[in-house]
Structures are given as C-alpha cells and as structure tokens.
C-alpha cells in the first residue's frame, strides 16, 4: 500500500544565467512522469487495461499473455510479450503457505547501461547506470494475504443486518435515493464466516410503501433454504420492485415485525426482530443520480492509499512434502477491466445480444443468478381526454344570403354518447398574420362582431347550439347581423360531456372501498409499522394517512406508523386523497409487554377489517 499524493506539482523556472544541477534535471523529469500518473489514476483508476490472461500449460508450468496494467499509483506495467514461467520460478513461491495463492503483477524500475562516469571523483562512483527500465515483476502471495485495496465508503447504498450467527450474517443492501417512475433492487447479502459445515435458512417480508414488486403488491417476502456456502463466499440475491410515480419525497423499506426468522442447521439464530431503511424519492434519472455520487468524492478520497499490486489471476494448488501441481487457474472474479474510450463501439455492439428493457414482473432468475440490468426509461401512456369531443362543422348559405336570415346545420354526432353534453363552437377563419409572415388559422368563440373592425374577413352571426342529449348529437343554427358574400360559415365546436349529479355519486363511489391488509396490531412502545391498503373494486390511488387524535405517536405519508411511548389504543384514519369519503381506519394496541404471539391472536380473531363507512346518499 503506498499514497497516491503527487502534488502539488512545482516544473523548473528558467531565468538567464541560471546554472542547472541534476536536481533540477530530476525536477523536470518527475514534473512530467507525475503528471501524467496523477491523469491515469484519476481518469482511469486501477486494473488491466488489455490482455494479461493467464493460463495452464501443465502441472507445473502457466502462460501469461500480454497486456497492458494501471497500478493504484498510475503507472503503467507494459508486458510486451507473452511470458511462460514454471510456478516454483515465480518470486513469492517459496513463502507459500496455503493451497490458494493470487498471481500478481508490480511496476519495477530497473537501472540499465552502465557507462563511464566523468565526475566520479565527486560521487566516488567510477561507472553509472545511463537508463531507468520501467518494468514489472510478476510474483505470488498467499490469497489471504492480498491486499485488495482500501473501499471508499460511500453514501449512496445503505445497509442493514437482518441476522447473525456463529457461521454466517445477512444483509440487506439497497440505494439511499431511488427514482420515481424507475425500478430499483435490495440485495440480500449472506456471508460465510467459518469454514464449519453448516447451511443457512432465512424467512422474513419486507413492507415497501411507495413501490410495488412484481407480484403487484407492496410487499416482498424473502425466503432461502438450506444454503450452504464455504468460508469467504458470499450469497446474492436480488429482489426488484418499481418505484411509484407519486408526490412525497422520502420513504421506508421496513422489515415487517415478527416476520423474521433465522437458522444453522435447523437451529435458531439471531435474527433482527425490525428496522426501517429511509429512502429518498427523486424526480432524476439514476444517470444523473449516479453521476453525481461518483463525482463528489473529494481529491483526498479518490487518492486514498491503494494497493500498487494488481492481481492477474487466482491459483489452486495441490502441495505434497515433496511436490506440487497446479489443479486449477481461476479467473479473478472481480477483476477491474478499465473502460477506454476507444472500446466504446465494439462494446456497445457486443451489449446488444444482452440488454433487454427490464419487467420486474417476469419471471425471477434462480437464487443467485447475476443478470445485466440497464436503466429504463419508461414512456408515459397518452393522455386521453375521454369526455370530450372537437371538431369542424359547415353551414351552407346559398347565393342569396342577406341580413336576417337563418340558416343550419345537418345533425352532427358528438361521440360521446347520450346525456348531459356542453357544446361551444366558434367561427374558424383564415387569414394573413404579419408577426409570421403567411397565413394563420384563427377560431373566434363568442359574438364575432367584437372583431369585425380589426378583420374585414369575419362573418357577423348569432350562433345557438341545440343538444339533443337522448340522441347524442346537435344542431347548430346562425343568424346573419350583415349581407355577406361568403357560400359557407366554417365553425370549429368543441363537446364536454358531464355526468349527472346520480352518475357523479354512483360512478365516484358506490362498491368502491379501501381496507388495511392488518386492520389491528399489537406493537411496543416507539415501534415501527406499516399500515398496507387494500383497493376494493377501484384502481389503486394516492392514499393519506392521519391520526384522529393527538398525542397518538406519528405517521409518515406512506403509511409507517410509530407507536408512542404510552401504552393505550390508538387510531388512524385512512382516505383516498382524491375521494375523502372513500377511507377505512386501522388500530395500533400499543403495550410494553406486546409478542409476536399477541399479534397473530389479534389478526387471527379479526377476520374482518374494522371499517367505518360515512354515509352517502347514492
């Protein structure tokens, strides 16, 4: 591990006269060289930039292709050509101590061209070296022993223990910001601590307000069996859900309480009884969310000490008192592939035998499965305007048309069906508009005649509608104010059509309901729950949550209640925000001595969710 500081960079100043020493030679050397690690190191990081595979030749014997590496310090290891080596060749080999080694690769400089020294009287060197070899070393450690690098904490994911045990722990691991619109994933996170045999079983059911899994609903039950894993290993699963399009800038992912269980071998072990993980909700796009966290790390952060060794592949040896053979050559499972600009095309080519647009709703990969996912973005539906209806409609006046006269329109159909429909028209004319230069069309609604002076073109006429509402059509009638010369009035109409004031009860509310999926639960003091909603007969719709007393504990906009500190009964009213005669209440017993017991009882002995309807007249 060393530190990547190079800065800050000081160049030479050459003035006249000025006498230049080694020291200012070496000055303007180390200028240049450091500046251009600094760039590597920022811009590119760590890791091969090409080739550098490695591969079994025979039991003793590896092959080590060509390539290209940045080191943690910025500098480049060029092996400019294939290198095949037997293992007990290889530095390190000998300090071996296990069965797993990491094959590495360093910068090495080496002085090179001895010459003849003129001044060596000053340095009491008769010969020195004339170049410096920027080269590499290729050696091996003990697996364990490699150092992989120091990890930037980061902001942007959160983490929470769900259980914990002699052998193995799990995590929950998910973003602080999610993107509305958008799908977003928690990471189930098992790790293995020991290398005792034991297999690892885990039950619990995340409550998700504000988002919807696959199933559609809003919660996801997490479910493995029996999995076993070596020392080190680490088990993943995935498990999507869709962030909801609606108002509300914060929400929780809360592990539900008493729905969590954990073992080893069929014993129990620690498992968290509850938490709740806060999750910002944000309008951008996880392009610029990702942007952004990756940009706002610090210069001390981003030059944080690294490792100045790179690993190139992973080693399984078969060792005797006398012997060894190489059993196998393992790829470096995270291995860092640095991007080039110049692999930008070849890899977007390749990426398109993989990228599919994500549904969180089709069937899940096996436990532990890894997929490529890439962001979609997903286009809004129309909108539709399905009560209301435009269009154009001509009279025709003859030849003989004066001042006075009366003429209509055929009977037009709306399309909107029979009942109560509004219906405008105004008269569409054509005419030349100087701000644009050529013709413009105008609709003028209303008495016409207010605009005669300002355009000649205008035919002064009373207009009325006649609706026929059984028959879902209209008559338009006009009534020339002046002689005109026009054949034919041209009208544009627009239809609205409203329900009645029985439809607007009806249609709005009846056999419409909502319900809380857990219309009563028993909780402890400053404990945490979220009160789900279930939609009877109607789409679902944004939900409001309020507390019908004070002093009752608190509620999020989401649903996540949290108990006071005094015991007692307590209430919240649940509505539909846009119909708040459509709500339903739910009950939290808080009480200090509550047990998963007390609320399975309460749920079992409650079938029905406890609702109070208002009365509407229908």
Request: net charge negative; glycine share 6%; charged share 25%.
């Amino acid at each position: 591990m060393a530190s990547n500081q190079a800065y800050p960079f000081e160049r030479n100043r050459y003035y006249p006269g000025k006498m230049l020493t080694t020291a200012d030679f070496q000055a303007e050397q180390s200028y240049h060289i450091e500046k251009v690690r600094f760039l590597n190191s920022l811009m590119y990081g760590s890791g091969i930039v090409c080739g550098c595979g490695v591969v079994n030749l025979d039991d003793l014997s590896i092959l080590i292709e060509s390539g290209v590496v940045i080191d943690g310090s910025g500098r480049e290891i060029i092996i400019d050509s294939s290198l095949v080596k037997k293992l007990s060749s290889i530095e390190g080999f000998d300090n071996l101590t296990s069965d797993r080694a990491a094959l590495c690769v360093r910068y090495k400089e080496k002085d090179i061209h001895s010459v003849y020294a003129v001044s060596h009287k000053e340095s009491d060197k008769e010969y020195e070296y004339n170049r410096i070899s920027e080269g590499f070393e290729i050696f091996l450690i003990d697996e364990e022993e490699f150092d992989e690098g120091f990890d930037i904490e980061s902001e942007f994911l959160q983490k929470e223990s769900i259980f914990s045990g002699q052998n193995y722990e799990g995590f929950i691991t998910m973003p602080t910001i999610v993107c509305k619109g958008r799908n977003v994933k928690a990471r189930l996170e098992i790790h293995k601590l020991t290398g005792a045999s034991a297999a690892v079983s885990y039950k619990g059911t995340l409550d998700i307000p504000n988002f919807t899994s696959p199933e559609g609903t809003q919660q996801i039950d997490i479910a493995i069996d029996d999995v076993e894993l070596d020392e080190g290993e680490v088990y993943t699963k995935d498990f999507w859900m869709s962030v909801q399009d609606q108002a509300g800038i914060e929400s929780n992912v809360i592990l539900r309480s008493g729905s969590a269980a954990a073992f080893e071998n069929d014993k129990a072990i620690n498992a968290e009884n509850s938490f709740a993980m806060k999750v910002r909700l944000s309008d951008e796009s996880p392009t610029s969310l990702i942007r952004r966290e990756t940009g706002k790390l610090s210069l001390e952060m981003r030059t944080a000490v690294t490792p100045s060794a790179i690993k190139l592949a992973e080693v399984d040896l078969m060792r005797t008192d006398s012997a060894y053979v190489i059993e196998n050559i393992r790829e470096v499972a995270k291995n860092q592939y640095i991007d080039l600009p110049s692999q930008v095309g070849i890899r977007n080519d390749y990426l398109e035998f993989f990228v599919k647009d994500v549904d969180i709703s089709a069937k899940t990969e096996p436990a532990g499965a890894e997929v490529s996912r890439m962001p979609v973005v997903e286009a809004a539906p129309p909108s539709e305007l399905k009560n209301v209806a435009t269009g154009v409609l001509e009279i025709p006046l003859g030849r003989d048309a004066r001042a006075g006269d009366i003429r209509y329109s055929g009977e037009i159909t709306h399309g909107l069906g029979s009942g109560n429909v509004y219906v405008s028209i105004g008269y569409e004319y054509i005419s030349q508009d100087q701000a644009l230069g050529a013709s413009a069309k105008s609709t003028v609604y209303g008495n016409p005649e207010l605009f005669s002076r300002q355009n000649q073109q205008l035919a002064d006429a009373e207009t009325a509608v006649r609706v026929l509402n059984d028959k879902g059509s209209f008559v338009v009638a006009a009534r020339l104010l002046r002689d005109v010369d026009f054949l034919v009035l041209t009208y544009r109409w627009v239809a609205i059509k409203f329900p009645s004031g029985e439809e607007l009860e009806a249609a709005d509310y009846y056999g419409k309901s909502i319900s809380a999926k857990t219309p009563t639960v028993v909780m402890r003091p400053r404990e945490n729950y979220y009160f789900g909603v279930q939609f009877n007969n109607m789409e679902a719709c944004s939900i409001t949550y309020e507390l019908t007393a004070p002093g009752s504990g608190e509620i999020s906009t989401d649903g996540v209640y949290t108990a006071p500190s005094k015991e007692g009964v307590y209430e919240i009213r649940i509505y539909c925000s846009d119909m708040p005669m459509v709500c339903t209440y739910a009950y939290a017993i808080v009480k200090s001595t509550a047990s998963e017991g007390d609320a399975g009882s309460i749920e079992e002995q409650e079938k029905e969710p406890i609702v109070k309807i208002p009365d509407i007249n229908l």
